[in-house]
């Protein structure tokens, strides 16, 4: 935690790009050996961060919450975080938080489904899933970028009316919509 600390910190006056892992062990009195010891690299750090922070809404998400509460509590996550998404968000290297997210976001509807359904999702289904959640991360980084004008209960319900209509049925279906 000390680590993201310093990362945030160090967000706050150079781009991500600029950041070196010796400003963010400098920043928080480690070593590089500890950060080593814990993260290939600063994206890793980022992407890690991105997991503590929003890994509550998710599980929320699977333990009866709606899809929609869950996104709220997203949003409301990356709002009060907004400098560091604002800054991770602009990262187009690899390991970026663009692409974690959308890994996360998938693998977790994906395993939704299937823990409510006892059947993995099928192929039309999971591709269907594929494009709703590239185009939700697209949105998801526009919001932050564009300075999150939107509440975050507009941009959910933004989210759920852009959803495919198979995939919002079997929401529906499934009890969690």
């Not at 919450?65 to 991770?88: C, D, H, N, Q």
């Not at 693998?107 to 590239?134: G, H, Q, V, W």
Request: charged share 30%; proline share 1%; with cysteine.
């Amino acid at each position: 935690m000390r680590l993201a600390m310093a990362m945030k910190e160090c967000m706050k006056t150079t781009s991500v790009d600029n950041i070196t892992v010796k400003q963010i062990v400098k920043e928080c009195g480690l070593s590089r050996q500890t950060f080593y010891r814990h993260f290939i690299d600063k994206y890793d750090l980022i992407n890690w961060y991105f997991d503590l922070l929003l890994e509550q809404s998710f599980k929320e998400m699977g333990d009866g919450e709606t899809i929609r509460e869950g996104l709220v509590k997203k949003f409301t996550y990356i709002r009060e975080e907004s400098l560091f998404f604002t800054m991770a968000f602009k990262v187009d290297q690899q390991n970026n938080l663009k692409e974690h997210d959308f890994i996360m976001i998938y693998e977790f509807y994906c395993r939704l489904i299937r823990e409510k359904t006892n059947a993995i999702p099928d192929e039309r289904i999971r591709k269907i899933l594929e494009m709703y959640c590239s185009s939700s991360i697209y949105m998801t980084v526009k919001w932050v970028l564009k300075g999150m004008k939107e509440s975050e209960s507009e941009l959910a319900d933004l989210m759920i009316g852009a959803m495919p209509r198979e995939i919002y049925d079997l929401y529906v279906k499934l009890e969690i919509l």
